[in-house]
């Protein structure tokens, strides 16, 4: 039967579960910015539209999002994002070039770094790793340990765990170092056994907007700058108040915001809901986009696509994209960087745009309280649904948006 439902918030997984539901549902999208959310930061640069964040996936690890794309009729195309390690201010340390041959991309370290003894430690215990962590997985031995334990116990080098595999997972997750050594080992294994080694990684042809424009299109009305004051269950629906005063009532509702935002909406959430939601805990995340070169490393030589820097000082690396050489269309002679987490402040007059974001952290707790959700979710009668890059098993990234929003076609097919 076809239902009137809400969805609030159109970032990934908003938007997944606005395709999904959208093709049997009548489906109302919220988003309290002025465009849908997976895009609402993207920036006018001179060379072209840049997203922010920028976002790459690789087929191993994100099978739900690609095939989602494929089925929205959304291209993809490969890009070159290897990485590079530098200490802030100094020379590189460590990095690697992506060859591209039989579809598969090799990464490639050049010899010059082969003659030092620290790249040496990394490729080495690199090697290890890529050799045990997968087999630890398919043993068990992984299960509720920690990869800051995992590492220890193994003897890596500190070259691999602290000045490569930790601040790599802290860019990638974009949280502290510290954050990463409290991550569920099997997570981390996961990531590297789909084949992120040898994968090229790719993003949606057209950015952010590509993937809104195609996903809306199930969408039977959009509200743009919504100002929900409170969502509350009534007898055989739930209500969603506006700022304004106005009321709406829907058969169901599906919050698709971060966890830390459903609180400040959902007047009536029950002590197991506030439970779940009070557990997804968010580390705060700075991305500027920029013209300036001293957030790169030192030497131009040094530059890569993507160039992680460190610093004592730090415990979470400086993440700076290289956006002329990272995409392929963006044309402008002039170098443009979108930082993550700054370790210095570029020049005011060099930036195009300053984004406070958020991550979830992810930790042995959190990945029980996802069993919590799935038994929310199977309560007979439900009417209100959560979905997230929070809200499913993996490293919160755009594959987890798509896959919780998946789940909820087996939840809202109960609504009655
Ligand atoms: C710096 C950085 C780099 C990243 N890089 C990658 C990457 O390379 N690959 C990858 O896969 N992932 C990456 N991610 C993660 C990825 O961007 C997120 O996991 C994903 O976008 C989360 O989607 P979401 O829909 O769960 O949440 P969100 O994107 O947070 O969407 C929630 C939406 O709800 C809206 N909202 C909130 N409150 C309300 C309200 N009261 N009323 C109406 N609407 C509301 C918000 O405006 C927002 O649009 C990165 C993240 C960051 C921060």
Known sequence: MTQRIAIIGSGMAGLAAAWFLGD??????????????????S?????????????????????????????????????????????LGGASYFRYRNLHALGKTLP???????????????????????????????????????????????????????????????????VSCQAVREYPAELIA?????????????????????????LSARVAQLRLNARIRSVHRQARGVAITMEDGSVETFDAVVFATQANQVRAMLDDASPAERVVLEAVRYDAVRVVMHHDARLMPA?????????????????????????????????????????????????????????????????LATQANLQKLDALHAQPQRRVFFCGAYAAQGIPLLESAVASAHRLLAAASKVH
């Open 299 to 363: 030497a131009r030589a040094d530059w890569g696509p993507v160039n992680y820097m460190l610093s004592p000082q730090f415990d979470r690396p400086m993440v700076s994209i290289w956006v002329n050489r990272l995409l392929p269309a963006y044309q402008d002679p002039r170098p443009l960087f979108q930082t993550i987490n700054p370790m210095l402040e570029p020049a005011a007059e060099w930036v195009l745009q300053d984004c406070r974001l958020q991550r979830p952290i992810v930790d």
């Open 43 to 87: 920036v006018q640069a001179p060379g072209g539209v840049v997203d922010v964040p920028l976002r790459v996936i690789y087929p191993g690890y994100y099978p739900e999002l690609f095939a989602l794309l494929a089925e929205a009729g959304v291209a993809v195309e490969a890009l070159d994002a290897s990485l590079g390690f530098s200490d």
């Open 24 to 41: 049997a549902h009548h489906i109302t999208l919220f988003e309290r910015q002025p465009r849908l959310g997976i895009g609402a930061h």
């Open 108 to 174: 490639w370290v050049t010899p010059a770094t082969w003659l030092r003894r620290e790249p040496q430690q990394v490729l080495f215990d690199l090697a290890r790793f890529l050799w045990q962590a997968p087999q630890a997985l398919a043993t068990g031995a992984l299960a509720d340990r920690t990869i800051g334990d995992y590492l220890d116990r193994q003897s890596y080098s500190s070259a691999f765990t602290d000045r490569f595999l930790i601040p790599a997972f802290a860019g990638i997750n974009t």
């Open 190 to 214: 996961q990531y590297f056994n789909r084949g992120f080694v040898v994968s090229s990684v790719y993003r949606a042809v057209g950015g952010a907007h590509a993937i809104a424009q195609a």
